[in-house]
């Protein structure tokens, strides 16, 4: 598979798309400030537009409070930061978003990729393992660049040998080295959450519910309560 050479999200772009969406829906959401991605998951040092930061990647929890559902999530964009206000620690009535479709906030070409991710990769994924969903971020954050990590607009950092963080890293490249699709139709259906006008600097997630591929199993550890959702999201952590 070719990958797309997309220099970042451009959410300028997506929220243009959204505004011919249709009618969205407003949900309050909820983030576990305890979760793997914002503050125990595996820390990495990585060049973004060429300047030198520091990202957690993994796995956090969402809860949908207007539904009284969750599902995990990943980040969106690498570039934008997760809204304080929607942490369960600082606002535990969380923040409203708007459920939007997700061929309206990414390209077509990002789309596919990430869709062929998902189906190929996710019913697989520990979503309680730090190495795991942190592959499994890094893949999404490459696909939504130029799909290598040594290259483009994001560029790791050479992480310690044998550690957790190379084996992440190894693990991404990998998925992003064989992406395929292995399925007739969709596996998941995928949707955006985002926080639009409100604060469009804020991170948006990626939900992906069951789709019409028949049936798969749900990710590793994830509890029957989380219904096999996902989605993406991250908090931005500078050294």
């Known amino acids: 598979m070719k990958?797309?050479?997309?220099?970042g999200l451009v959410l300028a772009v997506g929220f243009a798309g959204m505004a011919l969406a249709g009618v969205a829906q407003a949900?309050?959401?909820s983030t576990d400030?305890?979760?793997l991605g914002v503050s125990t998951g595996l820390n990495f040092g990585v060049q973004v537009d060429g300047n030198a930061?520091?990202?957690?990647?993994g796995s956090f929890n969402v809860a949908n409070l207007t539904k009284g559902t969750s599902f995990a999530a990943f980040c969106a964009d690498i570039r934008t930061n997760i809204s304080v206000q929607a942490l369960d620690l600082v606002n535990p009535l969380g923040i409203e978003y708007d459920n939007v479709s997700?061929?309206?906030f990414l390209t077509a070409a990002q789309l596919t990729d990430i869709q062929a991710l998902y189906d190929q990769r996710y019913a697989s994924v520990n979503l309680t393992d730090k190495v795991e969903t942190a592959a499994f971020q890094i893949s999404l954050w490459e696909l939504l660049d130029d799909g290598n990590l040594s290259g483009g607009?994001?560029?790791w950092d050479t992480a310690a040998v044998g550690s957790d963080n190379e084996?992440?890293?190894?693990?991404?490249?990998d998925w992003l080295a064989n992406l395929s699709d292995p399925t007739a139709t969709d596996t998941y259906d995928l949707s955006v959450?985002?926080?639009?006008t409100r604060d469009p600097g804020s991170q948006p997630y990626i939900q992906a519910d069951r789709g019409t591929g028949g049936t798969v199993p749900e990710p590793g550890t994830l509890l029957l309560g989380l219904a096999g959702l996902a989605g993406l999201g991250l908090m931005r952590r500078k050294s």
């Open 3 to 7: 990958f797309p050479k997309i220099k």
């Open 27 to 29: 949900d309050m959401l």
């Open 33 to 35: 400030a305890n979760s």
């Open 53 to 57: 930061e520091s990202r957690d990647a």
């Open 102 to 104: 997700a061929a309206s």
């Open 153 to 155: 607009s994001v560029m």
């Open 167 to 173: 084996l992440a890293l190894n693990t991404a490249a």
């Open 193 to 196: 959450w985002t926080r639009g």
